[in-house]
């Protein structure tokens, strides 16, 4: 067992440099979620911990001991790919024996190690098959099972639920979660996907374009975003982001045409703002009650809640509405949210403007 | 069947949801496919029924496919005047060695050249497709001065300097590794605890199978069938190829159709039987050549 | 450190091949280009440099001349009669592939093409022979005189574009059905739909998406046209041992002049010759390739 620390860790491919000085702490034990969009450097960083990308600077230490310069197997770390990267020619015991082999572990040792992996993974039956006969979620176990026979300190994963179906997902989701709460090893865990991030994660570390946005517990993420960034990309449907303009004293913005809404933010100076208000803290308001009159482009009723898209001006907002509306498409209706629902955010710096109530 | 909307049932024959005029269609391609595929090999067929006739029957028209008389003579005739079966094991060591020359290096640079980013690398692969255009032809005059000053004239060594390599050979290894061995597979193998070598031997190797063995039995049968090469590097009748004396024996003045006829019966069946068993490493091999990047 | 460790693996692991590479590949070809600029005899010790002396003399050289136009001819006849064969004979093939016949008639086509050049031709020596062979005689059942196909100089051109197609047209069928397989299926249901009949589907649809692989095709049978020698040398050879003499062609005329001749700086810059044919070739292949894509 394990920490990792990653100290203002450098990376460039030519004259690109694509990790800008991060800086992550995964405590012992802890499950730390990478999250962003594609290109942002988290699977570099991911490798980089591995050992298959060199460290251009800064430091990688695993339970104190400096990484940089140890080849990749003996790091203690275990990597599940998000393609498996099952040996094909191999049965699925073999592939999970694969490392304890090149380690020179003792036959009786690795049988018990692959016996207990098949145990906790359900594989037990499956042992003597080759990987091209199992389905996605078998292969995804078989991966998992290849890292925890190593019993590594820290287990590294790479979009590993990218390739199965939605529902399949969900339920590798939770599993992954248990058998973490079982090992309790240190988990570093690259997605795209925030909702994997947000049921998954101790923490999560959200990257854009090669350096940290924010870092913490998911709801503290969802609560208080640091910026226009992680309020739009952490939370689904998206955070709308609307520009306003505040007044400087009672707690009101003016938006686009005669809109107003409320905010709890203390101190506020007057000036340009970007109001962030999720959808799901819209509702229908009273005509008289403050608000933003928008005009409904299409309503998708799911059934629990009625997703709504709606023009304010040029800009396209999006609601989550708990009840069913009896409104068509061109019809206006006015929206309002609770004040301390209002996110804040400096219209020139994109960074949150204090903390609400 | 769309067709079945709009035309009477009776054009469709009932069960099989086809129409009488496709099922035409389709025997009329069959049979001119399957005399074309006759004809194709009728003058082979041909070739070895006369190589058991006797000078008689070899005349008579129409020609026989199965001989009325069939005669071992020619094939004894042949044997008694020519190193036939001298000619026939030194091209099968040349091929099998140029064969196994082939795949070796071919699968080493193949994957190095797939798997390891260096801009070193990439001028280098460059440098192999473009030779890979140059014909043998335009090459083989400088290299028989060499194999002459290395004193391997009308030797199997000799031979072999012209096969050593194939430029295709490392292309279509590079190809398959590239399309058919994710990098995290090495990368996985790499965090397991394998070094680079184990890596080669025992996850790419073994992965490669389909592409090597189209590999092998291209480059064998290159080997095998190569003609200006051999016909240049070997001089004395002892050192030829099957192909180079054939070819020679068939110039000479004296010599009449039944003894020939044996002599390339003798060199074409077995090549044929390979074939037909090895169809499908062939036909991948060959149709690779066509697949570009 | 880890990088070295991957480049120290991917640079022992190459070198010898890339040795063995420059030696017997490289090293010739090079070799090829400068000798052509050499007046290079075996027999005389002085081999001065002489510019393009050689390919000056070359191109007053009837015997050259000869064998240029054989062989452009044999290669293009060869390209004219392959390409709209292995275009019908793959449709077919094609349309009956679920035929429990299609192995049969991918074989049967493919075995020429894979059976050594020497037998084959032999083969052909045979069925074209005027007395012993079977065309003749079948010439005659039909009330045709026969021919001396081997000893006419243009009727031997002839043959030997017969027996070169027979052997190409293999190949060419194979890259087209690998062609066919790889057209989106959906096109031939949509243009079905439309009403296209299979012979206006053939013409309309395979025709036009398969020209890059027809482009492919060309140029590999045009190369393989351009290097043909055994051929040329079973067919065309009269029995006094003097083969060749009939059809001379390329590669004979420069392995005649290296070592009949020994004027090996000479047949060099045939080689050269037969070099830049093969070069524009693949030029013009990648050029129309790539204003196919652009257009």
Request: hydrophobic letters at 50%; glycine letters at 6%.
């Amino acid at each position: 067992m394990a920490d990792v620390q990653i100290r203002d860790v450098h990376k460039a491919y030519g004259e690109v440099e694509t990790i800008k000085g991060v800086s992550v702490d995964a405590p012992d034990g802890q499950f730390v979620v990478l999250v962003g969009p594609s290109g942002c450097g988290k699977s570099t960083l991911l490798r980089m911990i591995a050992g298959l990308e060199e460290i251009d600077r800064g430091t990688i230490s695993i339970g104190g001991r400096v990484i940089n310069q140890v080849e990749p197997k003996n790091r203690d770390i275990a990597m599940v790919f998000q393609n498996y990267a099952l040996y094909p020619h191999m049965t699925v015991a073999v592939n999970m024996a694969f490392s304890l082999r090149l380690a020179r572990t003792p036959k009786a040792e690795i049988a018990r190690r692959v016996a207990e992996a098949a145990r906790i993974l359900g594989l037990t039956e499956y042992l003597e098959r080759y990987p091209k006969q199992l389905s996605g979620g078998q292969r995804q176990r078989v991966a998992m099972g290849r890292a925890i026979v190593r019993n590594p300190q820290v287990y590294l994963f790479d979009e590993p639920l990218s390739n199965l179906d939605a529902k399949l997902r969900v339920q590798m989701r939770a599993e992954l979660k248990d058998i973490h709460a079982r090992l309790k090893t240190t988990t570093l865990y690259v997605t795209h996907d925030q909702i994997e991030a947000m049921t998954m994660a101790n923490t999560i570390v959200v990257m854009h374009d090669g350096v940290i946005e924010q870092a913490g517990a998911p709801l503290e993420l969802y609560d208080h975003p640091a910026n226009t960034f992680v309020g739009s990309f952490i939370g689904s449907p998206a955070m709308n982001l609307i520009e306003g303009h505040c007044d400087g004293q009672n707690g009101a913005i003016k938006l686009a045409g005669e809109a107003v809404v409320r905010h709890g933010v203390h101190g506020v100076p007057a000036g340009p703002v970007i109001c962030g208000i999720r959808p799901e803290h819209l509702a229908i308001v009273e005509p008289d009650a403050d608000g933003i009159d928008v005009v409904v482009t299409t309503l998708e009723p799911t059934g629990s809640d009625t997703l709504v898209q709606a023009r304010l001006g040029d800009q396209i907002i999006s609601a989550q509405l708990r009840e069913r509306i009896a409104a068509q498409p061109g019809d206006m209706i006015r929206l309002g949210s609770a004040p301390e629902n209002t996110h804040l955010f400096d219209a020139k710096t994109e960074r949150r403007l204090a903390a609400t109530g | 069947m769309s067709d079945s909307d709009q035309k009477p049932a009776v054009e469709t024959v009932p069960g099989l949801g086809m129409t009488a005029r496709a099922r035409l269609t389709n025997l009329t391609i069959d049979i001119v496919l399957f005399v074309f595929g006759i004809l194709m090999v009728l003058p082979l067929v041909l070739l070895v029924a006369n190589a058991f006739k006797t000078p008689q029957e070899m005349v008579a028209w129409p020609p026989t496919i199965i001989p009325a008389d069939p005669t071992l003579d020619n094939f004894r005739s042949v044997l008694g005047e020519t190193p036939l079966l001298r000619w026939i094991w030194t091209s099968l060591r040349f091929s099998f060695l140029s064969m196994v020359a082939i795949v070796i290096t071919s699968s080493i640079v193949g994957y190095v050249l797939a798997k390891f980013q260096f801009r070193t690398l990439e001028v280098i692969f460059i440098l192999i497709l473009a030779t890979a255009i140059v014909p043998f032809e335009v090459y083989m005059i400088p290299l028989y001065f060499q194999a002459q000053s290395l004193g391997i004239l009308n030797s199997i060594w000799g031979l072999l300097l012209g096969y050593l390599v194939m430029s295709f050979g490392i292309f279509l290894i590079r190809q398959n590794v590239k399309h058919s061995i994710p990098d995290e597979l090495l990368e996985a193998a790499r965090i397991d605890g394998a070094g680079e070598l184990w890596i080669f031997a025992r996850i790419v190797l073994p992965l490669l199978r389909g592409p090597l063995g189209a590999l092998a039995v291209l480059s064998f049968f290159q080997a095998w069938t190569a003609f200006a090469w051999p016909i240049i590097v070997t001089t004395s009748r002892d050192a030829y190829t099957i192909e180079v004396g054939l070819a020679l024996f068939q110039t000479g003045f004296t010599v009449d159709l039944g003894r020939l006829s044996a002599a390339a019966a003798a060199v074409l069946v077995p090549s044929v039987t390979i074939f037909v068993i090895l169809r499908r490493n062939f036909v991948q091999g060959i149709a690779s050549t066509g697949v570009k990047e | 450190m880890l990088r070295t460790k991957k480049w120290r693996f991917a640079i022992l692991a190459i070198l010898p091949t890339l040795a063995i590479f420059a030696w017997v590949r490289m090293f010739p070809i090079w070799e090829t280009l400068r000798l052509s600029l050499h007046r290079w005899d075996i027999l005389s010790a002085d081999k001065p440099f002489i510019g393009l002396e050689n390919f000056r003399e070359l191109f007053q050289d009837q015997l050259f001349l000869n064998a240029l136009v054989n062989t452009t001819i044999i290669a293009f006849g060869v390209l004219f009669v392959t390409i709209p064969a292995a275009l019908v004979i793959a449709a077919l093939i094609y349309h009956r592939t679920r035929s429990r016949f299609a192995g049969f008639y991918e074989t049967t086509v493919f075995i020429p093409h894979i059976v050594s050049l020497v037998p084959a031709a032999m083969a052909w020596k045979w069925i074209f022979d005027a007395n012993l062979g079977p065309l003749n005689a079948l010439l005659e059942f039909f009330g045709i005189p026969g021919q001396a196909w081997l000893f006419d100089p243009v009727l031997s051109v002839i043959c030997i574009i017969i027996l070169c197609s027979w052997q190409a047209l293999g190949y060419a069928v194979l890259i087209y059905l690998v062609g066919f397989k790889n057209l989106p299926h959906t096109l031939f249901e949509a243009a079905k739909l439309d009403g296209a009949s299979g012979i206006q589907r053939f013409f309309f649809i395979s025709v036009p998406l398969l020209r890059p692989i027809t482009l492919y095709v060309s140029v590999v049978t045009l190369i393989s046209g351009f290097n043909v020698y055994a051929q040329a040398f079973v067919l065309a050879s009269d029995s006094q041992g003097a083969p060749g003499r009939l059809v001379r062609v390329l590669v004979l005329d420069m392995l005649e002049n290296a070592f009949r001749n020994y004027r090996v700086g000479y047949a060099a810059s045939e080689a050269v010759i037969l070099l830049c044919i093969v070069l524009v070739l693949t030029l013009v292949q990648f050029g129309l390739l790539r204003e196919k894509w652009n257009r």
